[in-house]
């Protein structure tokens, strides 16, 4: 299967919009060695979210702790963001539960495959708030928390089997040009194909409205990356996040 790029445009959309969030240039994401920043002044996060874009990651870190962690952070590389264990130990007393290393992949027209439609897959309205309500029931309390993030946003699809909705894929606007896509799955209809499904139909609708793609899972959650590859997700970074005490 031949491996497509993502356009010069692509690219420089979702470098401007990291280097906008970290709030540095462009120029700047791949630094020789860790660069730690502090949180900017719209950063509500209480903690520190480390990306490496194919070099050194770039670790963000809260205005508080910035002082006392910039050292420790400073010495973290690509491998670091890897080993969540490590990353956590370094940070010291201050760590938290960490997330990740997830995989932060992009789509776009030149690389987005785009299957035919699936039957199962339509846009939501109002009428189907009883359906993802039963959904929501169905699924752990963090997973909805990471893909029913996708609900109530630009658009939301779902996929259903014999009526019941068996996932669900949204997509909220970030920086005027990125799509960040979240998606979950009815944990008694996965591997059937709907998570897949929904997502296609509400990445090819995003890709209308002329938005670059964004598709994150955690490295470890295979299923979900293997959707993303066979839509054409192409990997772009890899972060990790640490909440703080």
Wanted: with cysteine; aromatic share 6%; net charge negative.
């Amino acid at each position: 299967m031949t491996e497509h790029r993502l356009t010069a445009d692509s690219i420089d959309a979702i470098d401007s919009y990291w280097a906008t969030s970290f709030g540095c240039p462009s120029e700047a994401l791949r630094p020789p060695r860790a660069l730690v920043l502090p949180h900017g002044p719209g950063e509500r996060f209480n903690g520190l979210y480390a990306m490496a874009f194919g070099g050194s990651p770039i670790v963000s870190v809260p205005q508080g702790a910035f002082d006392a962690l910039r050292s420790s952070l400073a010495s973290w590389t690509a491998q670091t963001i890897r080993d969540p264990a490590g990353a956590t130990e370094s940070v010291g007393a201050l760590a938290g539960l960490a997330i990740g290393p997830a995989w932060v992949g992009y789509a776009d027209d030149a690389t987005l495959r785009s299957p035919p439609l699936d039957v199962r897959a339509r846009l939501l309205s109002p009428e189907d708030a009883a359906a993802v309500d039963t959904l929501r029931e169905s699924c752990a309390p963090l997973e909805w928390e990471h893909g029913g993030s996708a609900l109530g946003h630009d658009i939301t699809t779902g996929s259903f089997a014999n009526g019941t909705l068996a996932a669900l894929a949204g997509y909220e606007t970030w920086g005027g040009r990125i799509a960040h896509i979240a998606v979950i799955a009815h944990p008694a209809h996965r591997s059937q194909g709907h998570a897949r499904a929904a997502v296609a139909l509400v990445a090819r609708l995003a890709l209308s409205r002329g938005l670059v793609l964004q598709y994150r899972t955690l490295e470890a959650n295979t299923p979900s990356r293997r959707i993303a590859d066979s839509l054409g997700f192409v990997h772009y970074a890899t972060s990790l996040a640490i909440r703080l005490l």
